[in-house]
């Protein structure tokens, strides 16, 4: 069992910069690949950013690329995103994910991950 507690979001103007952390529980967090995702007020959750257990390997949404980055820490069980030149559309309830997927491969596919944090609301104004 592994729970997942995210934090760090928050209300930011457009162009500034947030970085999400989610914690997990467990002792075999390398082993996981972690995922971050997100849904709008009436929209589908959508992918946002993965990585895999052993933080060598990254993926991210078109629509995100050259603005967040994914990262580990997996000696601290924690999972981050940095998210920069945030844009009005990125606003959202973010959630992280995590599946046990072995050290190297990434999942980018919602349906494929088991355990969820309950989400933080990442707000962007203008």
């Known amino acids: 069992q592994v729970q997942l507690v995210e934090s760090g979001g928050g209300l930011v103007q457009a162009g500034d910069s947030l970085r999400l952390s989610c914690a997990a529980s467990?002792?075999?967090?390398?082993?996981?690949?972690m995922g971050w995702f997100r849904q709008a007020p009436g929209k589908e959750r959508e992918f946002v950013a993965a990585?895999?257990?052993?933080?060598?390997?990254?993926d991210y949404a078109e629509s995100v690329k050259g603005r967040f980055t994914i990262s580990r820490d997996n000696a601290k069980n924690t999972v981050y995103l940095q998210m920069n030149s945030l844009k009005l559309e990125d606003t959202a309830v973010y959630f992280c994910?995590?599946?046990?997927?072995?050290?190297?491969?990434?999942?980018?596919?919602?349906?494929?991950?088991?355990?969820w944090g309950q989400g933080t609301q990442v707000t962007v104004s203008s």
């Open positions: 994910a995590a599946v046990f997927r072995g050290s190297s491969l990434v999942v980018t596919t919602s349906s494929a991950y088991k355990y």
């Open positions: 467990g002792r075999t967090f390398s082993i996981y690949s």
């Open positions: 990585v895999s257990g052993n933080g060598d390997n990254t």
